[in-house]
Antibody, heavy 118, light 106 residues
Framework: EVQVVESGGGLVQPGGSLRLSCAASGFMFSGYWMTWVRQAPGKGLEWVANIKQDGSEKDYVDSVKGRFTISRDNAKNSVHLQMNSLRAEDTAVYYC???????????WGQGTLVTVSS | DIQMTQSPSTLSASVGDRVTITCRASQSINSWLAWYQQKPGKAPKLLIYKASTLESGVPSRFSGSGSGTEFTLTISSLQPDDFATYYCQQYNSYSTFGQGSRVEIK
């Protein structure tokens, strides 16, 4: 069974940092792109970042470029999102997910809440 | 950047109704479009990918069509479990979601 489990969310002050982690199981992790998607309270979905199977290619939404870094460890079947210089508008549930071979998203985690507030 | 616009934002319907949601892209995305269903407090669920391919396990009352810039999601006969919010996503160039369409009970 494919499983994706996020961790690391919490309350952080504006300007602070947080590192989200995602543990994957039930599939050949090294064979898939992975992605992070977020959802602000009461709002829609926003794609945040993608990472290629071997980590050689990373893409980000403009609003997080230079502040967030996506990485992965294929030996540990995990993907991470390092978030620096956090802003109130980064407050959201962050979902880790597996990308289909074509680019859709077929398996999602349950999400982890990040709250940026003083 | 490719923008995705869904309509309507909210739709009131009854069980058994045929429901159609539209998604328009700001430029051609070929058929690189997916549809998701999300219920409150839950992660989204993939329904359709490549504009019209039904994900395994998804009921056949869901269907998708379109290519280029205009796409539709149709639920042929709305069931109680279908009251939810639906999102389109383009993955032709990076990824963008529509703003969502909430299907509520009439």
């Amino acid at each position: 069974e494919v499983q994706v489990v996020e961790s690391g969310g919490g309350l952080v002050q504006p300007g602070g940092s947080l590192r989200l982690s995602c543990a994957a199981s039930g599939f050949m992790f090294s064979g898939y792109w992975m992605t992070w998607v977020r959802q602000a309270p009461g709002k829609g979905l926003e794609w945040v970042a993608n990472i290629k199977q071997d980590g050689s290619e990373k893409d980000y939404v403009d609003s997080v470029k230079g502040r967030f870094t996506i990485s992965r460890d294929n030996a540990k079947n995990s993907v991470h999102l390092q978030m620096n210089s956090l802003r109130a508008e980064d407050t959201a549930v962050y979902y880790c997910a597996r990308r289909c071979s074509s680019g859709c998203i077929d398996y999602w985690g349950q999400g982890t809440l990040v709250t940026v507030s003083s | 950047d490719i923008q995705m616009t869904q309509s309507p934002s909210t739709l009131s319907a009854s069980v058994g109704d045929r429901v159609t949601i539209t998604c328009r892209a700001s430029q051609s995305i070929n058929s690189w479009l997916a549809w998701y269903q999300q219920k409150p407090g839950k992660a989204p669920k993939l329904l359709i990918y490549k504009a019209s391919t039904l994900e395994s396990g998804v009921p056949s009352r869901f269907s998708g069509s379109g290519s280029g810039t205009e796409f539709t999601l149709t639920i042929s006969s709305l069931q109680p479990d279908d009251f939810a919010t639906y999102y389109c996503q383009q993955y032709n160039s990076y990824s963008t979601f529509g703003q969502g369409s909430r299907v509520e009970i009439k």
